[in-house]
């Protein structure tokens, strides 16, 4: 959403916000669901049940598929395997071991090398990542794949807790819904398309907390999904106030880490399961928490690699129209410990992942107490390869960019207002280098806290939200 376009709508009053995204969930619903999206559910949860030598013989096949499509129809694969053929290299590409290791920059730089050529990207889905590790990556995939995905994602989700397509939920995100200035309610939008309560993690002061916790019941919300930081500060003033009309079904959590102590305030504060799931928009790798505690991978979705660093490096499976192979997705993750024995007591067979120890990118405090998650969409549509973010003071951002050439300073200027949109009355300084510097273990940050713990806490304590 344009600077302009985001400046009518936060003027818009709140009837017609939440009319504007019911019209965007109806265009959502159009791509995610179709006549065969009840179908493709039941056959994912039939799938939960297969044999190892079933997911064996399906991951043979599958993968067989996606890498001669890659190798003969992916502009950047197949200019990949004739350079090697040139070079004498006769190595096959039958073989995942024989395919290079594929950095985001590649795909950032020209997403479009990555989309087969026999798929027109007009009739395709296009979406942008969330930009955690930098800058956004474009995907597109087919209706299909679309339908497809959602399908699985509902069954091992919403599905596995026995909750109806029909109930009332809520999103808590990283989407500004009203301005970040703005002291009065409501910091949400009613999705009616999707029966949708979308709550902006942008509001979450401590003042402001209870209006959330007002919005959940009189929406009679019956799940809900957030980031843990998030769904953690809903939780610590809903046990304050003793609220006893906040029950939930399940609660999703995604995208950050979630400590133990964490995890048993929100299931308190809710009286509800809580479940983590793994996954990125490029879909390459996805998994979900069953009723027994263990993390079940989604096959279908990718094929992972864990390497001796733990780092992770993921093939796509599910969009054979942009498959990316062996892709650095920026996680680390640790290989289960020992032989489930059998099916999992949840009597599921799906593969088992072990703790996934990436994400943990630090997060923004503004001066009144609020924590920021989420920020990279400020680069969203800018020319821009790497970022990051650090917060040398509660008013004092320096922003790191490593420009492509067409950056400008009008694109500084973009950056300086969505920030301070989010983040309020900050100073904001851009700093063009070279090449933004990585962690020990080469990851990307894409935002860096450097308040002491100290000021963290008094920051926090000046809005009552927990660290």
Known sequence: MTARLLKFYHCLPPHLRSAAATLRGWYLNRWRYGPDSDALMEEAQERDRWSAAQWDTWLAERLAYVLHRAATRVPFYREHWAGRRRRGDRASWDLLKNWPLLEKDAVRANPRAFLADDCDPRRMYHEHTSGTTGTPIEIWRSRTTTATLHAIADARTRGWDGIPATARWARLGGQLVTPVQRRRPPFWVWNAAMRQLYLSSYHLAPDLIPHYLDALAQYRIVYMAGYPSALHALAHE??????????????????????????????????????????????????????????????????????????????????????????????????????????CPCGRSLPVLGPIEGRTNDVLVTQDGRQAARVGAVFTGLPVRHSQIVQEALDLLIVLVAPAPEFGESHEQLIVERLQQRMGAVRVQIERVSEVPRTSNGKLRAVVSRLSPAERAAALDRGAVPA
Do not use: K
């Open 238 to 343: 809903a046990m304050r106030q003793e609220r006893l009309d906040l029950q939930m079904t399940a609660i999703y959590t995604n995208a950050e880490p979630f400590s133990a102590e964490q995890r048993q305030l929100v299931r308190t504060a809710f009286h509800c399961a809580v479940r983590e799931t793994y996954g990125m928009a490029e879909a390459v790798a996805a998994a979900s928490e069953c009723s027994a505690g263990r993390l079940h991978q989604w096959p279908e979705f990718g094929h992972i690699e864990i390497r001796d660093s733990g780092e992770m490096v993921c093939t796509g499976l599910l969009n054979p129209d942009m498959p990316l192979i062996r892709y650095r997705v920026g996680d680390r993750g640790q290989r289960p410990m020992g032989a489930p024995g059998g099916p």
